[in-house]
């Protein structure tokens, strides 16, 4: 039998800082019936405003990191020259040593070790979460700092909020994405019904927003275009503008430059939580509610 | 000395002070390692002098050599390798490749695994008023922008003060940029977002054990967030830029904030000077 996914809505920008938080954090509040996922796992944020109560904490494993057991060691060498991270190299006393930032658990060094004096160590590398907020279930995590495998829990969570939603038979998830266009991202990407790329009327928001865009098109996710802060550079938001028009993509919102919205921030408050953020709070309810528009089709 | 810029938290202004850092000091060298979006040419706009492809080994398997006996799939940690015994095929998912070169190391038929290169991005080096320029750029679709990064590193020199503008938050890419320097400048805002990410970032740097310090971007009057953490954890601020509209127009135009605050070119020295001394010190 076919399962029906729910529909995941992916925020992403490219360009850190755009205002990709603030938005999920604002739509989390204003859409209902959804899954909220936080897929930023080395920097999330989403939880300062929505203030989760955790229900379920997991271990997320991440690779293994090789040691070398330097009693068995013979210093022949040989899995210096095979890894091709230089994560193995002579220490100080003259033992070969692991770099456990540098290697990155493929094994080779295991398979020509002579004397097997090498090991294998799984790491956990993170935590995830399946948490209650007054807005909905929310699931996250926290990768370690300086860990890898960010992709893989960005699919974990993922996966995991599309079986809750099953579940309790909501129809959509709201996906808070990383920054860039690497692994991370394109796990948020992978099985998302829409992307929403945040980007900001600057030079680098525009040459990040080119990139995003190739990213989504390259793994066949529909993007729509959100540009925040529009009115810091008019010429910039009418260059987003023009390449919309030519690339068939839709400007879903402009949201105005207002210092409210740091001010709201600074009490972990969005731009829907006050009175004071007349104009910011308008067009994200504008958005919104193209939002639930679309879910409904 | 070799200085890194990171964040934890994107968009905090990384690019524009490590522009303003590499401009404002003689004799420096801009690299910029955040090849997921690279930026900083924007504001350094330098003539590109030479470009040249980064590549990978990846397997090629040669199915009519291929004896379909799964070893490389076996010992493939990523997963990257799948053999369909019952219908005789192998199959290679290059986005899950850490190009590692085990498969063709334990492959028992000769020449049935190939390695071969595969472009992961570009590396850019260029020039603008002596201002030296590095860049690299992630090819769109690629997943990691961990080997590009250590690739391009390969061509920094050891001699010269070079300033390497990382990517945000705090994974693989970000360890690499920052792993091998000697100070870390972490750049952050005072907001919750900010701090938290901030948090994050030094719970990286220490467990790497870099030296860092940090600037406090969009800082204004009565909002002391970062400066109390700051004191608390006895880490030094080198300094703060003030939160302004003009600086973020003069910004969405390519024009660092070195350029737009009153004496920028002596704050950004004097930021230096500071780092300078702390890594003299701590050897």
Redesign the interface.
């Known amino acids: 039998m076919q399962v029906d996914r729910a529909k995941e809505i992916v925020i992403l ?6 205002g990709k ?1 603030t938005l999920a954090a604002s739509l989390s509040k204003l859409i209902p019936y959804k899954v909220i996922v936080d897929a ?4 999330s ?1 989403l939880f ?1 405003l929505l203030k989760p109560d955790p229900l379920r904490q997991n271990k997320f494993k991440g ?2 990191i090789a040691s070398i057991d330097t009693k068995k060691c013979i210093q022949c060498g040989e899995c210096e020259k ?1 890894c ?3 994560a193995i190299s002579k220490n100080t006393e003259g033992n070969f040593i692991v770099d456990p ?2 290697c ?5 060094c295991t ?2 070790c002579p004397v097997n004096a090498i090991k294998m160590n799984p790491q956990i590398v993170g935590n995830w979460y399946v948490s209650e907020t007054s807005f909905g279930t929310m699931v996250h995590a926290r ?1 370690i ?4 495998n ?2 893989n829990l960005v699919a974990l969570v993922k996966r995991e909020a599309q079986l809750i939603a099953n579940k309790k038979g909501l129809k959509s998830i709201i996906v808070d994405g ?9 796990s948020s990407l992978s099985g998302a019904a829409l992307a929403l790329i945040v980007t ?6 525009i ?2 927003l080119d ?1 995003i865009l ?2 989504c098109k ?2 066949n996710v529909n993007a729509k275009i959100i540009i925040n ?1 529009a009115d ?2 008019q010429s ?1 938001t009418e260059k987003i503008q023009q390449f919309a028009n030519k690339n068939g993509l839709e400007i879903m919102g402009k949201i105005p ?1 207002d210092r409210c919205v ?1 001010k709201n ?2 009490k ?1 408050l969005t731009p829907i939580d006050s009175d004071n953020c007349g104009d910011v709070k308008e067009e994200i309810k504008k958005i919104s509610n193209d939002i639930l528009r679309y879910l409904s089709e | 000395m070799w200085i890194s810029v990171a ?6 202004g990384k ?1 524009t002070v490590a522009v303003s850092l590499a401009l404002s000091n003689k004799n420096t060298i801009y690299v910029d390692a955040d090849v ?2 690279p ?1 900083g040419f ?1 504001f350094i706009k330098p003539v590109i002098k030479e470009e040249f492809s980064y590549t990978e080994l990846i397997p090629l398997i040669h199915q009519n050599k291929c004896t379909f006996c799964g070893k490389c799939a076996d ?1 493939c ?2 997963k990257a390798i799948a053999i369909l015994k019952p219908v005789k095929k192998a199959i290679f998912f290059p ?1 899950l490749c ?5 498969c063709s ?2 492959c028992p038929v000769e020449d049935a695994i190939e390695e071969v290169p595969k472009e992961k991005g570009r590396i850019r080096k260029g020039e603008k008023n002596g201002q030296l320029f590095i860049e690299g750029i ?1 090819n ?6 961990t080997p590009l990064i ?1 690739g391009m590193k390969k061509y920094i020199p050891h001699d010269k003060d070079v300033i390497i503008d990382s ?9 690499e940029s920052v ?1 091998d320097t000697d100070f870390v400048l972490l750049v952050t805002e ?4 900010g701090l ?2 901030l948090k ?2 030094i ?2 740097v220490r ?2 054990k870099l030296s860092f310090g940090i600037i406090v971007n ?1 800082h204004e009057e009565g ?1 002391n ?1 970062i400066r109390d953490y700051a004191r608390e954890e006895k880490i030094t601020v080198l300094g703060e830029i003030p ?1 302004s ?1 003009e600086i ?2 003069a ?4 024009i660092p904030v070195v350029d737009v605050l009153p004496d920028g070119k002596k704050f950004f020295v004097n930021i230096m000077e500071k780092i300078r001394k702390g890594v003299n010190a701590s050897g």
């Open positions: 920008s490219g360009k850190g800082g755009t938080t930023d796992v080395d920097a944020d300062i690779g293994s095979k091709r991270f230089n930032y540098k990155e658990g493929c094994e080779f398979y020509v990768l700092p300086g860990a890898e960010s992709g990383p920054p860039g266009i690497g692994c991370p991202v394109i900001e009327p600057t030079l680098s928001g040459h990040d990139r190739s990213t390259q793994f802060k810091i550079n910039n430059f740091v921030l600074s972990n | 964040s934890g938290k994107g968009g905090t690019t997921e979006e930026n924007l010992a940690v990523y986005e850490h190009s590692c070169g085990l190391f334990v992630l769109v679709g690629e997943a990691s922008g250590r990517s945000p938050g705090t994974s693989c890419p970000v360890v792993g005072p907001t919750p977002f938290n990410d994050l970032a719970e990286m467990e790497m969009k909002n967030l939160f509209r973020a127009e910004y969405s135009k390519g």
